[in-house]
Nanobody, 114 residues
Framework: QVQLVESGGGLVQPGGSLRLSCAAS????????ISWYRQAPGKQRELVSR???????NYADSVKGRVTIARDNGKNTALLQMNSLKPEDTSVYYC????????WGQGTQVTVSS
């Protein structure tokens, strides 16, 4: 059974930082592209960042320079370090494994507010 479990969300003030984690089980983690998506109320889910099997990364323009994605294949974990957070970053953040066939986590809420 495939499981992706996100953690690390919460309430943070504008300008603050959060580090999200995604712990995977039931898959050969190193064989999957890992992505982070987010979805705000009333909006479509959008890709935030992606890291490939080989470690190549890409970022949405809205987070470029503020967000870093990383993976630890030995721990079956992906990380999303988010700095200089803005109120518009408020969303549920989802971890996803795969591209053609995608496994999803349950999401973690990030709220940026003073």
């Amino acid at each position: 059974q495939v499981q992706l479990v996100e953690s690390g969300g919460g309430l943070v003030q504008p300008g603050g930082s959060l580090r999200l984690s995604c712990a995977a089980s039931g898959i050969i983690f190193s064989a999957y592209t890992i992505s982070w998506y987010r979805q705000a109320p009333g909006k479509q889910r959008e890709l935030v960042s992606r890291i490939t099997i080989g470690g190549s990364t890409n970022y949405a323009d809205s987070v470029k320079g503020r967000v870093t994605i990383a993976r630890d294949n030995g721990k079956n974990t992906a990380l999303l370090q988010m700095n200089s957070l803005k109120p518009e970053d408020t969303s549920v953040y989802y971890c996803a494994a795969g591209v053609a066939r995608v496994y999803w986590g349950q999401g973690t809420q990030v709220t940026v507010s003073s």
